[in-house]
């Protein structure tokens, strides 16, 4: 059973997991559109900015979990 005093110290482990979680994902999702990009700028320098474009897209993973992290932190819901 959990003791009143130890909701907070959930409310800690619960936002790493979610920050960790958007991190994790990100690293993953990078990991295959990085090396596919690095043999198109190979092949086609001209397509550079469109490689960075698919690349950034992930990073909106992490920046969920970071929000998801301060609103558990804060207690928003």
Request: no cysteine.
């Amino acid at each position: 059973m959990v003791a009143s005093t130890d909701i907070p110290a959930l409310y800690s482990i619960a936002a790493a997991i979610a920050i960790a979680g958007g991190l994790i994902g990100t690293g993953m999702a990078q990991q295959g559109i990085g090396a596919a990009g690095m043999g198109v700028i190979a092949e086609k320098p001209e397509k550079f900015g469109q490689v960075l474009f698919f690349f950034v897209i992930p990073e909106t993973l992490w920046i969920i979990g970071f929000v998801l992290g301060l609103i558990l932190l804060l207690q928003i819901l």
